[in-house]
């Protein structure tokens, strides 16, 4: 059975840093895409990053220059360095899979400002 487990969340100032972590297991992802998605508060899904297995990756506009997403395919993880945070980052993020439609169940970041 594949679970993906997010970790890392929490409660930071603005400015601050945070980094996320997603644990992948059941199946090794080292051959696909793996991503991050956050859900603000009243608002939809979006798009944050994700990361290739080639280790290609893509950002928002929102959040480049100050995310980085990164695996180890060792540990079948992502994870998701967050620097700079805004209150408008704060949100539940997801760890998905895009190939397989596979998502966490999420982990709140709350920037206060």
């Known amino acids: 059975q594949v679970q993906l487990v997010e970790s890392g969340g929490g409660l930071v100032q603005s400015g601050g840093s945070l980094r996320l972590s997603c644990a992948a297991s059941?199946?090794?992802?080292?051959?696909?895409?793996m991503g991050w998605t956050r859900q603000p508060p009243g608002k939809e899904r979006e798009f944050v990053a994700t990361i290739s297995d080639k280790f290609f990756t893509e950002y928002s506009d929102s959040v480049k220059g100050r995310f980085t997403i990164s695996r180890d395919n060792a540990k079948n993880t992502v994870y998701l360095q967050m620097n700079s945070l805004k209150p408008e980052d704060t949100a539940v993020y997801y760890c998905?899979?895009?190939?397989?439609?596979?998502w966490g169940p999420g982990t709140q970041v709350t920037v206060s400002s």
């Open positions: 059941g199946r090794n992802f080292s051959i696909t895409t």
């Open positions: 998905r899979i895009p190939q397989f439609g596979y």
